[in-house]
């Protein structure tokens, strides 16, 4: 008999564990590419904010810094927005904790937060992506010059910036990716 109760017992709290383990599971590694995705929209900011060139060119003074375009500037805001309120997301994570992973409403507000991200870090590299493009290449049809000839230092560097950011998407399109299997566990089971 005593044998049956211990194993009832055992089968009983099987399920809460399996259930507070994929609690954890997600919590630390959404935590961990939460982190990551701050870590590195803060270095890209870092990056493009500190790069400025001066060069003469025909003896002619010409001087390279992001705020002369507005697309940098669009990429420096939409990175510090998602690090912004990527760490007020982790800490409503650390300070809600155990209650929050237990609410289907928490996730759904995470979802819908990291997608906001996500997109967000998408324009934000799409901007910088396309005025490096015209700044390596020019255009063509508009008559626009390539610049990076000239200020090679200043483009390789906001390829980094660049390059950086796109890794921040990246951790947070694996944070999509986990959020949306654990509001798919929340759905009811027919």
């Known amino acids: 008999m ?6 009832s017992m055992v089968d ?3 399920p809460n564990s399996s259930i507070s383990h994929h609690n954890t599971f997600f919590m630390t590694h959404s935590n961990i590419l939460r982190i990551l995705a701050i ?19 025909f003896t002619m003074l010409f001087d390279a810094r992001f705020y002369y375009s507005s697309s940098l500037k669009f990429f420096v805001a939409a990175n510090a927005v998602v690090c ?3 760490v007020v997301t982790l800490i409503m994570n650390f ?5 929050a992973s237990q609410r289907k409403e928490y996730y759904l507000f995470l979802f819908i937060h990291d997608i906001l991200m996500t997109v967000l870090l998408m324009a934000g590299c799409a901007a910088a992506t396309a005025i490096g493009y ?3 290449f020019g255009e063509d049809h508009m008559g626009w010059l390539p610049m990076c000839d000239h200020v090679r230092k200043f483009c390789t560097t906001n390829l980094i910036s660049v390059v950086l950011s796109y ?3 990246f ?4 944070l999509n990716i986990l959020t949306a299997h654990r509001c798919i566990s929340f759905a009811p089971k027919n």
Do not use: M, P, R
């Not at 005593?2 to 194993?7: G, H, L, N, R, V």
């Not at 270095?43 to 001066?54: C, G, M, P, R, Y």
């Open 167 to 169: 890794l921040a998407f």
């Open 39 to 57: 870590a590195l929209s803060a270095a890209s900011i870092a990056v493009t904010t500190t790069n400025k060139e001066t060069v003469v060119l």
């Open 171 to 174: 951790a947070y399109l694996g």
């Open 84 to 86: 912004a309120l990527s």
């Open 12 to 14: 009983s709290n099987a």
């Open 134 to 136: 015209v700044g390596q």
């Open 95 to 99: 300070l809600l904790g155990k209650q």
């Open 2 to 7: 005593a044998d049956a109760k211990d194993s």
